[in-house]
C-alpha cells in the first residue's frame, strides 16, 4: 500500500524541448514576371530537416531542399543556352503548433531562406552558371499523427518563398527579370517525434 502511495504520488518525467526529424517530397512553382517563372519548368525534389519544440508550443526548424528544373522547350536562347537547373534550398525558421485534437495539429512557420541555384552551360564543357540568393519564408503545415504513442505522423505543407539574387546590369528591367523571384510551394512528408 505504502509503495503504490509513494509511486502513485511520482511526477511524470517529460523532457522540455521535443525534437523530431522529416522527409518530404516537394513542388515548388516560381511565380511572377521573372526568369524562373518565365523561362523554366516548375521544380520537384525533395528535402529533410527537423525541429526543436517547447512545451508552450513554440520552436525552431531547419530544411535542406533539393530541388530540379527543366528549361521550357524555345526558351533556351532566351535562358542563356543553359541546361539541368538545381536549386539548393536551406531554410531556418521559428515555428508555433496549434493542436486541434488529439491526432491532429497545425504549425505555422516563418524565417529566412538561402538560395545556391546552378545550371550547365550547353554549350561550354564543365562550366556552370551558379547564383546564390536570399529570401523569406512564410508557411503552414497541416499534420496528422499515425501512431498512439505520437511518435510518426504524415503532414501536407504550403510555402510562400522570395528569391533575390545579385545581378549586374545596367538595365534595371533586365536586373529585376534576373534577381528576383516568388516561390510557392507543396510537400508532402513524414515526421518522426524523437
Known amino acids: 500500500m505504502t509503495a503504490s502511495l509513494v509511486f502513485g504520488q511520482k511526477k511524470k518525467n517529460t523532457p522540455d524541448v521535443v525534437s523530431n526529424i522529416e522527409a518530404k517530397i516537394i513542388a515548388m512553382k516560381p511565380v511572377g514576371n521573372n526568369s524562373l517563372a518565365k523561362d523554366l519548368e516548375p521544380f520537384y525534389g525533395f528535402a529533410f530537416g527537423g525541429n526543436l519544440m517547447t512545451p508552450v508550443n513554440f520552436g525552431v526548424g531547419m530544411n535542406y531542399n533539393m530541388l530540379f528544373s527543366n528549361v521550357k522547350y524555345g526558351h533556351q536562347n532566351l535562358y542563356g ?21 488529439e491526432d491532429f495539429m497545425v504549425e505555422e512557420m516563418a524565417g529566412f531562406s538561402y538560395f545556391n541555384y546552378t545550371a550547365v552551360f550547353l554549350d ?20 496528422y499523427v499515425l501512431d498512439p504513442l505520437g511518435y510518426q505522423s504524415v503532414f501536407v505543407e504550403g510555402n510562400l518563398r522570395s528569391f533575390s539574387a545579385p545581378v549586374y546590369n545596367e538595365n534595371p528591367d533586365i536586373k529585376k527579370y534576373f534577381s528576383r ?14
Open 181 to 194: 523571384s516568388t516561390l510557392l510551394s507543396l510537400s508532402l512528408g513524414y515526421r518522426f517525434n524523437l
Open 81 to 101: 543556352n543553359v541546361g539541368s537547373p538545381k536549386m539548393t534550398v536551406i531554410d531556418a525558421f521559428l515555428t508555433h503548433r496549434e493542436n486541434i485534437s
Open 124 to 143: 561550354i564543357k564543365d562550366k556552370k552558371l551558379k547564383s546564390n540568393g536570399l529570401g523569406f519564408k512564410i508557411g503552414a503545415k497541416a499534420l
